[in-house]
């Protein structure tokens, strides 16, 4: 049984957004930097800072949805330092979001090929091979950022490889990475939720309750959250529990593909 999923869409932009915060906040340059130093924003040159200032503004026309403006400020950013990985990974995930999957691929290659042991670059084309058919493909690049002990945030590389073992059905391999992840960030909303959904298609809904309970808990109410936590509540026979949720999703998602799915019953799709 498929696990049910947000949509596309709404997986990316969420993976996007912290993505491009994660590649922002390692942006200064080592080049003038002593190696036994970590680098400061003090080492970049000036044309540096300009390509980086360019950059920030093409994030946040990103979290805008100002596509065709994002997409200009990271040409200019280029223009002025054409090696800058990091303008190229975020063109790569600008791709991505629109759904243009060949000028997405192109540009994480040029990335990597600029910078190829940056753990959140490979945490990303793999997020990238496994939304684009490819998930067998993907789990190497999520190990090469797991490899790489300056990684800030394994718990992302762990969760992704798992729901994308999940997508290959290779059930023994997605709950080992979800529970790494837990053990890495047991706080994580999103870790708890896949851990919750991986429970549910593998026929546990009772040891699924113990995840989707922690995420209602913790007020991490989406329409999928909700969804989720109402037919884990349905399998394990509580029926007030399940009402409640029911409730919830009614009022706060009242047009969601979830809500959408509860009128019909869809409660083993």
């Known amino acids: 049984m498929m696990v049910a999923t947000t949509t596309l869409g709404r997986i990316l932009r969420a993976a996007l957004l912290l993505a491009l915060l994660s590649l922002l906040g390692a942006c200064a340059s080592t080049s003038s930097a002593p190696k036994d130093d970590l680098p400061t924003s003090s080492d970049q040159t000036e044309i540096q800072r300009r390509a980086q200032i360019r950059l920030q503004l093409a994030v946040g026309y990103f979290e805008q949805g100002q596509m065709t403006t994002a997409l200009d400020e990271v040409k200019q950013a280029l223009q002025i330092d054409p090696t800058l990985s990091d303008a190229y990974s975020v063109r790569a995930l600008i791709y991505m979001e629109m759904m243009e999957n060949r000028l997405a691929e192109e540009n994480f290659v040029q990335a990597m090929k600029l910078t190829p042991d940056n753990p959140d670059l490979a945490n990303n084309f793999g997020w990238f091979l496994c939304q684009t058919g490819r998930a067998d493909k993907s789990i190497a690049y999520f190990e ?126």
């Open 144 to 269: 090469k950022a797991l490899a790489n002990r300056q990684y800030a945030s394994p718990s992302k590389a762990l969760n992704n490889a798992g729901m994308c073992s999940l997508r290959m059905k290779n059930m023994a391999q997605a709950e080992k990475y979800l529970a790494r992840a837990f053990q890495a960030e047991p706080g994580n909303p999103d870790v708890n939720l896949n851990l919750a959904k991986f429970y549910l298609a593998s026929g546990d809904p009772q040891r699924g309750q113990f995840y989707s309970r922690r995420v209602i808990s913790a007020a991490y109410l989406t329409a999928d959250s909700l969804w989720t936590a109402i037919r884990i509540e349905r399998r394990s026979g509580d029926k007030m529990a399940e009402a409640g949720l029911a409730n919830q999703l009614r009022r706060r998602f009242p047009n969601s593909p979830e809500y959408a799915a509860y009128l019909r019953g869809a409660f083993d799709e």
